[in-house]
């Protein structure tokens, strides 16, 4: 009985890099010979439009993974989330102001000071 | 065009600088100090506060100041890699970043230099001293370093707890006793010129005027102490609090806040010489914890026998 050549592909998992201030995230897997063959068809399968800045594959057996088990939480974890500090709105009307949020300290920072830039060139 | 040309090319258009990339030497120096002084500040940070983990008031209290502790340590381990990434081609590894520290090779910020002393004081590390640190931090979200840029990214949406988590124990006390009211306003009183310095001289300083060119950050010191004022000021105003400065006002016609400088002297002295109240003893701590479990990192390479 003669077997039939069959070529084996090892599997690779597809990260993809949407812009330089993004991760890398998992977006599906893919058969191939080689790492390099594997990065071809990578942009082939994943990136026929989207666009990207970088692509990575990781051979599947160089990947150790968790159980569900190693990532139960038994405990409330409020204390340590924005959400368990709601009651700060309410604390801070009775003293006529408001919480702060990281987005209003980001936008204020982005938004450019002329005034101040001139006047630190002198 | 040379590879500086082509590099500052890229820098103008916005892109981002990646580990791997050529980069001038100057450009890789400036990050390694401003990064490395970022992830010691975030390691030492930890330490004013944790010395109110055992103290703290109840156990919700308890446990959401050490989760903000383990944070900070979260902040300067990713720190960390990125620094090692930079220090890698000359030859430095992890175990002298650390060092470094006891052996008095690198600064880390005036605030964690300075005592902790009541239950007010970690309330207004979390609320003031880390809002300081997230102005700063927010500001350098647009870095032209890449690693940087995605770290501080992570580092930020983790500080939005800490903001709520310094608020809360604020409130709390605002609202609390005569007593309560008066410990807050003698914290207010002893932090607030460290929080002045925090954020540097006023003057653009020839590196940071380097770091400005290669758009390691956009932002002056002084621009940076202005937005603290224009965010926190008005909220320190509302729950009663005097600002322990006679002459602070807003400026309207120049736009902006008018205060009394710190003793620019006495904190970088601070700073550079490790001579605050608490940094000897935070530092040996530190050294204490470092050398102690270098057997135990060394024990963990070891293959198991049979
Ligand atoms: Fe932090
Ligand atoms: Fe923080």
């Known amino acids: 009985m003669t077997k039939k050549e069959v070529?084996?592909?090892?599997?690779?998992?597809?990260?993809?890099?949407?812009?330089?201030t993004d991760p890398h995230i998992h977006v599906g897997s893919l058969v191939a010979p080689t790492s390099e063959l594997a990065m071809q068809w990578a942009r082939e399968n994943f990136l026929r439009r989207d666009s990207a800045v970088s692509l990575w594959v990781v051979q599947r057996e160089h990947i150790d993974q968790t159980s569900t088990d190693f990532l139960a939480r038994e405990?409330?974890?409020?204390?340590?989330e924005v959400r368990g500090y709601t009651e700060n709105g309410r604390l801070w009307r009775m003293f006529k102001e408001k919480t702060l949020t990281i987005e209003e300290i980001v936008a204020a920072v982005e938004e450019k000071n002329r005034n101040l830039k001139s006047k630190n060139k002198k | 065009m040379n590879q500086e040309e082509m590099f500052m090319k890229r820098i103008k258009q916005g892109e981002k600088i990646e580990a791997t990339d050529w980069m001038p030497d100057e450009y890789r120096q400036l990050l390694i100090?401003?990064?490395?002084?970022?992830?010691?500040?975030e390691i030492m940070g930890a330490y004013p506060e944790k010395e109110w983990v055992p103290k703290a008031p109840s156990l919700r209290r308890k446990l959401a100041i050490m989760a903000k502790v383990q944070d900070e340590m979260g902040h300067g381990q990713l720190l960390l890699r990125i620094v090692e990434d930079l220090v890698y081609p000359l030859g430095k590894k992890r175990e002298d970043l650390i060092e470094d520290i006891y052996y008095h090779r690198v600064k880390f910020h005036n605030v964690f230099h300075m005592e902790a002393r009541t239950w007010a004081d970690a309330g207004l590390i979390g609320w003031l001293v880390d809002g300081a640190a997230i102005i700063n931090q927010a500001a350098l979200l647009s870095t032209s370093y890449g690693p940087y840029a995605r770290v501080l990214k992570r580092i930020c949406a983790e500080e939005s707890f800490h903001m709520q988590h310094g608020e809360n124990i604020i409130l709390t006390l605002a609202m609390g006793t005569a007593k309560q009211k008066q410990m807050l306003q003698d914290s207010l009183n002893y932090w607030w010129e460290s929080l002045l310095f925090f954020f540097g001289p006023k003057e653009v300083t020839p590196a940071a005027e380097r770091m400005i060119h290669y758009r390691i950050r956009t932002l002056t010191n002084e621009q940076l102490r202005q937005k603290f004022f224009d965010k926190y000021i008005p909220r320190i105003h509302s729950i009663g609090l005097t600002i322990p400065d006679p002459h602070l006002k807003y400026d309207t016609e120049k736009k902006c806040w008018v205060y009394t400088e710190p003793d620019w002297k006495k904190f970088s002295e601070i700073v550079k010489k490790n001579n605050g109240p608490k940094s000897r003893e935070r530092i040996e701590l530190r050294r204490q914890a470092h050398e102690g479990g270098r057997w135990v990192r060394q024990a963990?390479?070891?293959?198991?026998?049979g």
């Open chain 1, 7 to 20: 070529a084996e592909y090892g599997v690779y998992e597809v990260f993809i890099q949407k812009s330089y």
């Open chain 1, 75 to 80: 405990l409330d974890r409020k204390y340590r």
């Open chain 2, 33 to 41: 100090k401003l990064i490395h002084m970022h992830a010691v500040s």
């Open chain 2, 300 to 305: 963990m390479l070891c293959k198991p026998v």
